[in-house]
T-cell receptor, first 112, second 112 residues
Framework: NAGVTQTPKFQVLKTGQSMTLQCAQD?????MYWYRQDPGMGLRLIYY???????DKGEVPNGYNVSRLNKREFSLRLESAAPSQTSVYFCASIRAPYNEQFFGPGTRLTVL | DQQVKQNSPSLSVQEGRISILNCDYT??????FLWYKKYPAEGPTFLISISSIKDKNEDGRFTVFLNKSAKHLSLHIVPSQPGDSAVYFC???????????FGTGTRLKVLA
């Protein structure tokens, strides 16, 4: 039981490049989330998927797109990376509301 | 607009003493609150939660108190141990949403 896995662990991009961050969970959870963590800003919600087939914007969605590929997988895409997107990205999942979230280990992204 | 605030960026406590971490929120619709602990280079892990129908929840050394009229919650750790040194985040959720809003975090250092 791996929990929530994220790939890659580290990535360096140049401004304007695109990339997709992958997230998968094996706990049969219904809802999945993408957050970014920046110094002094805490964890900010980018997008979430309440259930398979649905996605919604969070607090900071600009510059990102998401795909809920199936119940297990939720990917985050940066179409044209900007230095302001340098951050640590965390994926999380929950079985149902009023439950705790389980987080992945994070992806550290640097945009030059 | 920061809906969940942790006004103390850092806190130092002697081993064996009580650690008190505070969190304030502005949205009166929030009815479920959680605390997470985060070590460097790892994802946050769930610590304890409380529903708005309660004012206290205990789990071993950890107790969360909720004061709805003040829109304030606190996490008490007794006794504090060096292994508790981490960043602590509070989070809140409103009914009918799948969104969890996090505070900016408090770095706790427990001194041996």
């Amino acid at each position: 039981n791996a929990g929530v896995t994220q790939t890659p662990k580290f990535q360096v991009l140049k401004t304007g490049q695109s990339m997709t961050l992958q997230c998968a969970q094996d706990m049969n959870h219904n809802s999945m989330y993408w957050y970014r963590q920046d110094p002094g800003m805490g964890l900010r919600l980018i997008y979430y998927s309440a259930s398979e087939g649905t996605t919604d914007k969070g607090e900071v969605p600009n510059g990102y797109n998401v795909s809920r590929l199936n119940k297990r997988e939720f990917s985050l895409r940066l179409e044209s990376a900007a230095p302001s997107q340098t951050s640590v990205y965390f994926c999380a999942s929950i079985r149902a509301p009023y439950n705790e979230q389980f987080f992945g280990p994070g992806t550290r992204l640097t945009v030059l | 607009d920061q809906q969940v605030k942790q006004n103390s960026p850092s806190l130092s406590v002697q081993e064996g003493r009580i650690s008190i971490l505070n969190c304030d929120y502005t949205n009166s619709m929030f009815d479920y609150f959680l605390w997470y602990k985060k070590y460097p280079a790892e994802g946050p892990t769930f610590l304890i939660s409380i529903s708005s129908i309660k004012d206290k929840n205990e789990d071993g050394r950890f107790t969360v108190f909720l004061n709805k009229s003040a829109k304030h919650l606190s996490l008490h750790i007794v006794p504090s141990q060096p292994g508790d040194s981490a960043v602590y985040f509070c989070a809140a959720s409103a009914p009918g949403t799948y969104k969890y809003i996090f505070g900016t975090g408090t770095r706790l250092k427990v001194l041996a």
